[in-house]
């Protein structure tokens, strides 16, 4: 069964370097989210994306991130320059269609700022 | 403003017995809303939606606009349905899914 994969499952980095976070949809969506987990937190919405655009991004989705789709097949979260607050479980989704449709979840990627 | 509330952060509950995890959502106009479910170690899934009405693994959910709630029932709990529940809510365009906090859900023998 196809699946979301995330690269990598933990990433550890200094406060004020810059990451980027790794995940490759199921190849026939269309639609690609990134959501975060703060530790005893809930799932935040981050950014959405579609037709190589951001179609929706949340007040956390600020200047220090973006995202990018560079070859068609990964889908990419860059951290310009983290904080301590950015240390978190970051999940990739994707979609066939909206995201009021199934959205199919990665594995997640743990981010630890040091 | 959009918003979803799960009261529970733990739930425990013996095999065989009913399970009721709570949902209730703050929404201005017609929601979209799904159940999520994480077992250990393993991804974010969908468990079920409102707009199919099926019954996954036992479970169903009903929306009930009135009360603005879509609780998470099943009538035998088994030992395999532990795990985290998440409520969600899609907003309006469609481009989000709204988590609520979770539940745990423990089923004991």
């Known amino acids: 069964e196809p699946e979301v994969t995330q690269t990598p499952s933990h990433q550890v980095t200094q406060m004020g370097q810059e990451v980027i976070l790794r995940c490759v949809p199921i190849?026939?969506?269309?639609?690609f989210y990134w959501y975060r987990q703060i530790l005893g937190q809930k799932v935040e919405f981050l950014v959405s994306f579609y037709n190589n655009e951001i179609s929706e991004k949340s007040e956390i989705f600020d200047d220090q991130f973006s995202v990018e789709r560079p070859d068609g097949s990964n889908f990419t979260l860059k951290i310009r320059s983290t904080k301590l607050e950015d240390s978190a479980m970051y999940f990739c989704?994707?979609?066939?269609?909206?995201?009021?449709?199934?959205?199919?979840f990665g594995q997640g990627t743990r981010l630890t700022v040091v | 403003a959009q918003r979803v509330t799960q009261p529970e952060k733990l739930l425990s509950v013996f095999k065989g017995a009913p399970v009721e995890l709570k949902c209730n959502y703050s929404?201005?106009?017609?929601?979209?809303l799904f159940w999520y479910v994480q077992y250990s170690r393993q991804r974010l899934q969908l468990l079920l939606r409102h707009i199919s009405r099926e019954s996954i693994k036992g479970f169903t959910a009903d929306l009930n606009k009135g009360e603005t709630s879509f609780h998470l029932k099943k009538p035998f709990a088994q030992e395999e349905d532990s795990a985290m529940y998440y409520c969600a809510l899609s907003n309006q365009a469609g481009t989000a899914l709204i988590f609520g906090k979770g539940t745990t859900l423990s089923v004991s023998s």
């Open positions: 989704a994707s979609s066939e269609r909206q995201a009021n449709t199934e959205a199919f």
């Open positions: 929404y201005s106009g017609s929601p979209e």
């Open positions: 190849s026939n969506h269309l639609y």
